[in-house]
């Protein structure tokens, strides 16, 4: 497992990705375009995977409460402007937002903001 900052980053096995987010498949990306976890609503700073050899595929989150999803057929690594770099290993990766009760709110929980 891995954390930077509100991000977690849990290694999980092929099976372990919902059907509906293989068939709804990668989010397009520019040729070695970052690929943002997380932004700094206050910062602007983004926690931000680059691939090795540009070939990882993203799943982004359908909702701010839903895991994202990264796949990773070479490695990388998490990128961010205050924060140490953390190489990832190949394979799969469930991505986690923070979230913080929030007793006001028409839903109980929201993604944290930095």
Known sequence: MYRQGDVLIVPITQAAVPDEVRT???MKRAPRERIVLALGES???AHAVLA?????????APADSDPAFLF???????VHEEHATIPLPQGWFRIVRQREYEPRALRSFRVVAD
């Open 24 to 26: 709804a498949g990668p």
């Open 43 to 45: 910062t602007g700073h």
């Open 52 to 60: 090795a050899n540009d070939d990882a595929d993203f799943y982004p």
């Open 72 to 78: 990773l057929p070479r490695g990388g690594k998490v």
